[in-house]
């Protein structure tokens, strides 16, 4: 227990130590980490609401088991809330920012056991918003039980409760400990980085726009209802024995017969949730172990002969502001992150082609609507300049040790920063190309005009947010690790939040001149021309602001040296 309250402590003096100040941190920096670390926090206070509300509906709950009722609105509403916990406790280690954990391997030179340390890497879970969520319910049932007069059931399901929350810690630390064992192969982990990432969000879009898209199609008489292919009774068997296993349809079952009362029913569930986390925290450890046991990272990249292509000039830009932009391409082309940032555009307009191709008509979003291949090419385009926010918003942290290396080399200012836009620029420009090709081969109907203004329209676009990126970049950075899955990758959330406001802003002149003169005045030939001007004015505009660009980096230079 010495060890465990050692380890909360540890916490708690990182989390005042991020608001101290010292000499190394200027008021900037300080209040950026202020952010950071405070974000987290004010999100759980706004979900004290919530939390009372779920509490006073267990309440309702467990009265209303007290009194008969066992399928009471309270609860039916509870036991669907809490089938999605454990689902959440295996995919949060993977995609969550929660999931972010301390690596243990750095604690084996001190006299702890691995026990003691399985068990704290146990307990950060309970800290995941799921794990929150869960503790009104299972807390608070016991008591409408006992406001109902039932208090041996009140008892039972308290128990059935606490063991569904070790069941579900469990879940998330074995979890969580597979993954830490998965990505120590690198090129293992890039891959499962850009599964999780792109493939399988993407690939789970895909049924329900076939679906939706049927449903229209019957609904307009386009095509006729088909009856649901029936399923086979041994996979309904099955599923039907597998749900009755679910932690949480165990935990549901004790407590309803509990209530009745039914002890020996009540207390086979428990016996079986109790089993459960036996068997997930024996397994867990014995992965953790494996963990703590393995090297740090194994599978080194094997080297490529490319350093002709990475050394050329690109035209327009000085051999140094070259270089940095060919680095951070280059960044983008090695990490999981910056492959994510490349392909995710280009994944989802290809799982729309392929929904288009089924001709089932036009793909509504709300106000969105894909109807041909124009708006769809216009739409991913967008999105592809939207994907670099996690390392435009970021670039000069993302360098890390890099950054000092280039601070430390003859290069001016206005030559990094002009490299860094050119890079940013060449990051987005590949995907917003196959966007638009892809569509154009898909439905090449619409306007000629259009499809060619659509270039102009981003490279203005980007010309206008290329220097808040930079300044944005400046103020709130954030040390990050692109190889990783999840918020460790991302960029600081003040600068994320006000680089999507300034892509939008800076977007919104080009689609209005596109509206105006191709819907009110029926001119859509005058389109490319007037954005080609318009791209010339951004130019201008940008040019200037990244004069006090290079004032406000030249400021934080020494601040920027010390992001690791």
Known sequence: MRILRAFAWLRWRMLINSFEKTAARDTVERFSLAIETLGPIIAAVLMVPSGVLLAAGSVAAGYALARGDQHALFFEAARYLLWAVPVFSIIGPVLMPAADRTNPVRLLLLPISRRTLYVAQAFAAVSDIWVLVMLPLVLFVPIGLIAGGAFAAALLALIAGALLVAVVIGISSLATSLLHLAVRDRRRGELLALLFIVIIPAASMLPGLIQGGRHRARVEGRTEAREPMPIPSWLATTGGWAVT????????????????????????????????????????????????????????????????????????????????????????????????????????????????????????????????????????????????????????????????????????????????????????????????????????????????????????????????????????????????????????????????????????????????????????????????????????????????????????????????
Not at 294 to 318: E, H, M, N
Not at 385 to 407: C, E, R, Y
């Open 245 to 564: 296993l679910f932690p949480t349809e165990l935990y549901v079952a004790s407590t309803r017969a509990a209530a009745r009362p039914d002890v020996t029913a009540a207390g086979k569930g428990i016996a079986a949730l109790a089993a459960t986390g036996l068997c997930l925290h024996a397994f867990g450890m014995f992965v953790f172990a494996r963990v703590l046991a393995s090297p740090g990272s194994t599978g080194a990249r094997r080297a490529v002969s490319t350093r002709a292509a990475w050394g050329r000039t690109l035209p327009g830009l000085s051999p140094g502001a070259s270089a940095v932009a060919l680095a951070q391409v280059r960044l983008a082309l090695r990490t999981p992150r910056g492959r994510a940032i490349l392909l995710s555009p280009v994944v989802m307009i290809a799982i729309f082609a392929v929904v288009m191709r089924q001709q089932i008509g036009s793909m509504d979003f709300g106000p969105l609507a894909f109807n041909s291949g124009l708006s769809l090419a216009m739409f991913g385009s967008f999105v592809s300049l939207l994907s670099i926010l996690p390392i435009a918003m970021n670039q000069f942290a993302v360098d890390k040790a890099g950054l000092t290396l280039a601070l430390l080399s003859p290069l001016t200012d206005g030559e990094y920063l002009a490299g860094k836009a050119v890079g940013n620029g060449l990051i987005a420009a590949v995907p917003a190309l196959l966007c638009v090709l892809v569509s154009f081969v898909l439905s090449p109907d619409g306007s000629p005009a259009l499809w060619v203004a659509i270039p102009p329209a981003l490279l203005a676009t980007y010309f206008l947010v290329a220097p808040a990126a930079a300044v944005f970049s400046a103020l709130f950075p954030r040390a990050v690790d692109l190889n990783s899955i999840g918020r460790g990758s991302n960029a600081h959330g003040l600068a994320g939040l006000l680089g999507f406001v300034a892509f939008v802003a800076s977007g919104a002149p080009s689609v209005l001149i596109m509206l105006v003169v191709s819907k009110w005045l029926e001119r859509p030939s005058l389109v490319p021309a007037l954005l080609l001007v318009w791209c010339a004015i951004a130019y201008t505009i940008g040019r200037i602001l990244f004069v006090p660009a290079r004032k406000i980096f030249a400021k934080r230079r020494e601040n920027l040296a010390m992001i690791r």
